[in-house]
């Protein structure tokens, strides 16, 4: 197999077209459209929790969905072991920086699989291959002319690994240890996180940001789906146009990370080195335009918008590289209705959710419960009730009761459909509009919407059940009545699990090896081939039903 990459003459930053070029044989030649999908790179200062799941869940759900779509897909997480804040944590261990985020990466490497996730790649910024990525992306914005030396003198928090200014701070609020509202220079707090921020005094490189602000906000202005959702793009937008100072980009008070070219008493500030993964993984320097370059979405919290839509495409302006085609933020996940926080010890750990339930379920529940750019509430009771509800009683239901009379009234046995009525015409576009638009609110990663619109297709297989009633046509003996509805309702659950494969990998694959009576993998499963209304033959032999849901009591 060989592959080929082709830039199209970038006149705007973002009109890249990527395409693969796959010789399958010498006479057919496939374009598949790449699609690259990332994650943040966590932090190895602490162990994952709920909201490392959740991005990566959703990374990985458009990941699968975009395989199934043909696409040629690359998807990425990794970790972030530099900075102040690893450093920190490791000395309070009494260890290395790089023990510490050899034992957290471990665990991260550990339970990415256990959740299915499905990653082509996993970086880490301890790597040399990545260290090599962060000095040549210094050296291009060195060459650009947008770094020099100064002096910073202003407020750091570790715990955010970012900058303040004395202004930012007296501007915004904080709760004083006596309770009362108060500025957050006064409390010396981070308007962010209200943890400590620390004074810092030292000899630093500047990266000129200032001089991008006017570029960035007629990018953002130029591509209205850059930042997503559109209330965080408006928040991007009034960020810049109050203000770009230049950004401190390197530290001399401690060591852990990526030395200044040429200057080794500086390390590379942590989000510089960070960021850059996203290229350092594809290769980045040694190839110049790497084959999945720009990025189609990167998934991040909300915390770290401005990292990702200030900083980074700034850097890459600066560097002329094109800018990823879209940054989505996603809300917080607060647990029973409190905040997560290491200091609470509430914070949800992966272990205690994969004890109890499926990672299908969690996956699931996860990306259905909350819309997608919103802030939402993980409770236990609404895990439970939402499982009950749409997965065993709505689909699991209707799975189990379609097998169970086709495998009673026909051994199993799909027959031939006689005349089509329409009842049978309105099930089947319903199950083919589904189709296209959660491929519509897929691109817009409106994983909510996909799911209540799947759930409706179902929803319409159980009202088509009561309204056909299949035990009174066997009754009558209406064969040719008979096959034809269960020949819609199979096909129908067919398209339905297809659909629901992304989100629940396992369930769904068990599943469609019910319905389809073969193993179903990524290699022989595509829209292409199977997304079509009528595939499966008539004289098809499906399976027994085995409960995919069984109730939660
Ligand atoms: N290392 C940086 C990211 C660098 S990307 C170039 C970092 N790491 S982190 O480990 O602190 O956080 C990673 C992600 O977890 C962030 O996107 C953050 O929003 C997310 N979450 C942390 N707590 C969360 C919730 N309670 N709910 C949902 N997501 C949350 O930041």
Not at 190 to 193: F, T
Not at 225 to 229: E, G, K, Q, R, Y
Not at 289 to 295: E, K
């Given at each position: 197999m060989y592959k080929c990459h082709e830039r199209m003459?970038?006149?705007?930053?973002?009109?890249v077209k990527c395409f693969d070029l796959i010789y399958i044989n010498p006479e057919k030649i496939v374009l598949m459209q790449s699609y690259y999908v990332t994650t943040p790179i966590y932090y190895v200062n602490d162990e994952p929790h709920l909201g490392h799941m959740y991005t990566t869940i959703a990374a990985d759900v458009l990941a699968r969905y975009q395989r199934l779509s043909g696409k040629d897909v690359f998807f990425l997480t990794g970790v972030d072991e530099h900075g102040q804040k690893v450093q920190q944590a490791a000395e309070k261990r009494g260890i290395a920086p790089i023990e510490l985020a050899d034992q957290v990466v471990e665990r991260y490497q550990s339970l990415w699989p256990e959740l299915e996730i499905s990653n082509d790649d996993f970086i880490r910024t301890s790597s040399p291959r990545h260290k090599a990525g962060v000095q040549a992306m210094w050296r291009r914005l060195e060459n650009a002319g947008t770094i020099y030396k100064g002096f910073y003198e202003d407020w750091y928090c570790v715990p955010c690994e970012a900058y303040w200014t004395e202004t930012q701070l007296k501007d915004a609020d904080c709760l004083a240890s006596d309770g009362l509202e108060t500025n957050c220079l006064e409390s010396k707090l981070?308007?962010?996180?209200k943890r400590a921020v620390e004074k810092i005094q030292e000899e630093s490189y500047f990266f000129r940001?200032?001089?991008?602000q006017d570029r960035l906000i007629e990018h953002i202005k130029a591509n209205p789906?850059?930042?997503?959702?559109a209330s965080r793009r408006n928040e991007v937008l009034s960020f810049i146009e109050s203000g770009l100072r230049d950004l401190s980009i390197s530290r001399t008070t401690f060591s852990w990370g990526v030395p200044v070219p040429g200057d080794e008493k500086h390390v590379i500030y942590v989000w510089i080195d960070a960021l850059t993964n996203y290229l350092s993984a594809l290769g980045f320097p040694d190839s110049d335009?790497?084959?999945?370059?720009?990025?189609d979405v990167h998934l991040i919290g909300k915390d770290i918008l401005r990292f990702h839509a200030v900083y980074w495409p700034a850097m890459l302006m600066a560097a002329e590289l094109p800018l990823p085609k879209r940054i989505y933020a996603h809300g917080w996940w607060t647990v029973e209705g409190e905040k997560m926080s290491k200091s609470r010890g509430n914070a949800l750990r992966p272990a205690e959710l994969l004890a109890q339930y499926d990672a299908d379920v969690l996956r699931y529940f996860l990306l259905r419960e909350v819309p997608f750019g919103q802030d939402g509430d993980f409770s236990f009771s609404a895990l439970k009730q939402r499982y009950n509800s749409e997965l065993a009683n709505d689909v699991g239901n209707l799975l189990n009761r379609s097998l169970a009379m086709l495998n009673k009234y026909r051994d199993g046995l799909l027959g031939a459909v006689a005349e089509e009525n329409e009842i049978d015409r309105a099930l089947i576009a319903d199950a083919q509009a589904m189709q296209r638009e959660v491929a519509d609110y897929m691109d817009k990663q409106s994983f909510h919407l996909v799911l209540e619109r799947i759930n409706a297709v179902v929803r319409h297989g159980n009202r088509y059940v009561e309204d056909n009633a299949p035990w009174v046509l066997a009754k009558q003996g209406d064969d040719a009545r008979l096959d034809t509805v269960l020949y819609h309702l199979i096909e129908m659950l067919r398209l339905v699990a297809l659909q629901l494969l992304p989100f629940m990998p396992e369930k769904m694959a068990a599943m469609l090896e019910q319905i389809m009576n073969r193993s179903v993998t990524v290699e022989n499963c595509s829209f292409a081939t199977d997304g079509g209304w009528g595939v499966l033959a008539a004289g098809h032999q499906c399976r027994k039903p085995e409960p995919l849901f069984p109730r939660m009591d």
């Open positions: 003459e970038a006149q705007e930053w973002s009109v981070c308007p962010d996180c940001l200032s001089a991008f789906d850059f930042i997503a959702p335009q790497p084959a999945h370059w720009p990025a």
